[in-house]
């Protein structure tokens, strides 16, 4: 609820105040909590914005090495290739099938992310 609404609607129903002391400490305790409310919710939305760029930034440069490494080491050149870069091309090998179905989910999962639209 925005703030006019809420001004609106107190100025349509008017509500009488009683001068009780105890009435505005539990209303001010109420707001309170409220302010603490938008006050955490605020820090997790700024902590997801954080959090979904950083994995955007970390996944490009993990693909931009990977292209990189792949650019470097072609399949078919077996001459002047690291033992590891060998190792990783015979894991490869073998799950081959798993590899796309991640890469797969990785680009379905990054559509649904970047296609939401941020508040």
Not at 82 to 106: D, F, G, N, S
Request: charged residues 25%; proline residues 3%; hydrophobic residues 45%.
């Amino acid at each position: 609820m925005r703030h006019d609404n809420i001004e609106s609607l107190l100025r349509e129903h008017k509500p009488q105040v009683k001068d009780n002391p105890a009435f505005l400490s539990e209303v001010q305790h109420k707001m309170g909590a409220v302010e603490g409310l938008k006050k955490e919710m605020d820090r997790q939305r700024r902590f997801g914005r954080i959090a979904l760029v950083a994995a955007l930034v970390i996944g490009t440069l993990i693909g931009g090495l990977a292209i990189f490494l792949i650019w470097m080491y072609p399949a078919g050149s077996e001459v002047g290739t690291p033992e590891l870069i060998k190792e990783i091309k015979i894991l490869i090998e073998h799950y081959r099938q798993y590899v796309l179905l991640l890469i797969a989910c990785c680009a379905i999962s990054s559509g649904v992310i970047l296609g939401r639209k941020m508040v």
